[in-house]
């Protein structure tokens, strides 16, 4: 058995949880800057790194109150999240876990951020039942605020590209069509709840299919909103920056319906076609759009079609959380991967690149 106490700062969650060889969560403890946040209507990073800053200190006491550890010698290891994310935000986890593991003489795990959504996917929680673990070879599907990637995953630690988005990410897209209806951020959680009071599903946006590229877009359909906005406050369509908050909540109810639409409808093909195309025997998804109930429905209906299960996260470890980190960590941990004192934060790192 191993536990690895797992370090997560990468954009405006801070996080620290105790995660048992990679599935058992101990404790995972989220200070979220969202109120922060929402004042701008988005993160400033200097912001975000010092609300890392004041946080991270009281998150570790508390993530090891919870799981009764009073002394991190006790635990095997020590997993932070090295990138991507922001390079002020990762650099607070990582100061915070070399110190510790320098204090301790625990190892030190470096982890992508992007492969700690992916295995969210094996977590339990404390009390929950065991349940079998994803198996191979599994599509992954990663919908966050600055990653939205298809890959196919034929053994742990090995993944291939199946596509990716060439512009805005999902929760991006989620976020910026928010802020154009005049809803509260972050865009995704606001949309989703305003999509849910629409009576009237008539209206419709496109969907870029983008060939049989397997790549996803998500900017057209947003500039698609931001016109459909302007002509309904009888605004110059080609110029205009509309205000949402001045279209009535009936309107703002049914854009954001067909937005969401449009972005599940994308979604949900392209994962399902890929897990047909692959031969999946199993379909996992990560990131906080995965927090999104209608997209959450939206695959599991074409994966049980399929005859495939879909492994989902709660939606509160589909969101950033250290949790995660210590699950993708474990695995990390296990294949021998160790960074000492001169661990560097790597702000664009990428978990796959495109087959050749
Ligand atoms: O994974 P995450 O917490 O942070 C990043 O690594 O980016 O994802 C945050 C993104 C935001 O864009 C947010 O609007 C979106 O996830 N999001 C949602 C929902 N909850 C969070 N998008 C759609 N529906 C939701 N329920
Ligand atoms: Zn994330």
Redesign the pocket.
């Known amino acids: 058995m191993t536990r690895l106490l797992a370090i997560e700062s990468?954009?405006?969650?801070t996080s620290v949880a105790i995660v048992e060889d990679g599935r058992r969560i101990h404790a995972n403890v989220v200070a979220s800057q969202v109120a922060l946040h929402a004042r701008t209507g988005g993160i400033v990073p200097e912001v975000a790194a010092r609300a890392h800053l004041r946080w991270m200190i009281p998150v570790l006491d508390e993530a090891c109150r919870v799981a009764g550890v009073d002394d991190l010698r006790a635990l095997d290891g020590i997993a932070v999240t090295q990138g991507p994310?922001l390079a002020g935000s990762l650099l607070v986890g990582i100061s915070m876990a070399r110190t510790l593991a320098w204090e301790t003489g625990l190892p030190l795990v470096p982890v992508n951020?992007?492969e700690g959504?992916v295995y969210a996917a094996w977590l339990l929680d404390p009390d929950e039942a065991e349940r079998p673990e994803p198996v191979f070879p599994l599509v992954a599907l990663v919908?966050?605020?600055?990653?939205t990637f298809l890959v196919e995953m034929t053994d742990h630690l090995t993944y291939r590209l199946l596509g990716q988005t060439v512009d805005d990410?999902?929760?991006?897209?989620?976020?910026k069509v928010?802020r154009l209806l005049g809803l509260p951020?972050?865009?995704?959680?606001?949309?989703?709840a305003a999509a849910a009071e629409a009576v009237a599903h008539d209206r419709r946006f496109p969907r870029a299919w983008m060939g049989d590229t397997g790549d996803l877009s998500f900017s057209g359909l947003k500039t698609a909103v931001r016109r459909a906005v302007s002509r309904e406050l009888g605004r110059d369509p080609e110029h205009d920056e509309p205000d949402g908050s001045q279209l009535p909540r009936t309107v703002v109810a049914e854009m954001a319906w067909a937005f969401?639409e449009s972005?599940v409808d994308v979604l949900a093909t392209r994962t399902i076609r890929a897990a047909t195309d692959r031969g999946a025997r199993c379909i996992v998804m990560?990131?906080?759009?995965?927090?999104?109930?209608?997209?959450r429905d939206r695959i599991a209906d074409g994966a049980a079609t399929l005859g495939v299960p879909l492994i989902v996260p709660r939606?509160g470890l589909?969101?950033?959380?250290g949790a995660m980190i210590g699950a993708a960590g474990h695995r990390r941990f296990l294949a021998g991967a160790r960074a000492d004192e001169s661990l560097e934060a790597r702000p664009s790192w990428k978990l796959a690149q495109p087959a050749a």
């Open positions: 990468s954009c405006d969650e994310g951020h992007l959504h919908v966050s605020g600055g990653h990410a999902a929760g991006e897209a989620f976020d928010g951020y972050p865009g995704g959680p606001s949309i989703m969401q972005v990560g990131g906080g759009v995965a927090a999104n109930r209608v997209l939606p589909c969101t950033d959380n």
